[in-house]
């Protein structure tokens, strides 16, 4: 772990504004979170798989089969502007 944390210049970049206590306590903040990171590297995980998710389960899904649907022409009757099934918009950008 780095000794030191450049709080003001993590200030700039994510464009904060914190006072003097403030950054003092951000940069306690973020060292334990460091320290903490740095702990965790440490543990043994010789023969743990990896996870995709912390709980067990399956997922339930349903059948995927078509259910009923709507013409367009009932979604594009309040459009302005329609052709083929299609909506027309203005051009925007030349």
Excluded: W
């Amino acid at each position: 772990m780095t000794d030191s944390i450049d709080i003001a210049h993590l200030c700039t970049l994510a464009k904060l504004e914190l006072a003097e206590s403030e950054r003092d306590s951000a940069e306690a903040d973020l060292r334990n979170i460091m320290l903490m990171v740095d702990a965790m590297g440490d543990v043994n995980t010789t023969g743990v798989e990896p996870l995709a998710h912390p709980m067990e389960f399956v997922a339930r899904l349903r059948d995927d089969t078509p259910g009923p649907t709507i013409e367009a022409g009932q979604f594009q009757h309040n459009a302005p502007e329609t052709a083929e099934q299609l909506y027309l918009v203005p051009r925007v950008v030349d």
